[in-house]
């Protein structure tokens, strides 16, 4: 049984920095793409970030470029998402998910999603 599980939720003041990090069981992790997504109060979920299984391929958000950085570690059977300058607007609940689609401007299809973690970023 596949599990996915993010963690490292919580409030931060504007223009701080947070990360998220998510441990994927029960497939084989180094093979395969990861991705982050978020979804705010009364908006569709949106990928914020995938990567490929070995790094060379990733993705990112209009919205988070040059802001969040992704990154695995294969050897842990997990994936990161380190967010800086965050806004209010990055407030949202953010699910890692394994087993993504990912191209050089998309990412999604994803087959095993995480609960979700909430982000919140005050003013």
């Known amino acids: 049984q596949v599990q996915v599980v993010e963690s490292g939720g919580g409030l931060v003041p504007a223009g701080g920095s947070l990360t998220l990090s998510c441990t994927v069981s029960?497939?084989?992790?180094?093979?395969?793409?990861m991705g982050w997504f978020r979804q705010a109060a009364g908006k569709e979920r949106e990928g914020v970030s995938c990567?490929?299984?070995?790094?060379?391929?990733?993705y990112y958000g209009d919205s988070v470029k040059g802001r969040f950085t992704i990154s695995r570690d294969n050897a842990k059977n997990m994936f990161y998402l380190q967010m800086g300058n965050l806004k209010p607007e990055d407030t949202a609940m953010y699910f890692c998910?394994?087993?993504?689609?990912?191209?050089?401007?998309?990412?999604?299809?994803?087959?095993?999603w995480g609960q979700g973690t909430r982000v919140t970023v005050s003013s």
């Open positions: 998910a394994a087993d993504v689609y990912i191209t050089n401007d998309y990412c999604g299809r994803a087959e095993h």
């Open positions: 029960g497939l084989t992790f180094g093979n395969r793409n």
């Open positions: 990567i490929g299984w070995n790094s060379v391929l990733t």
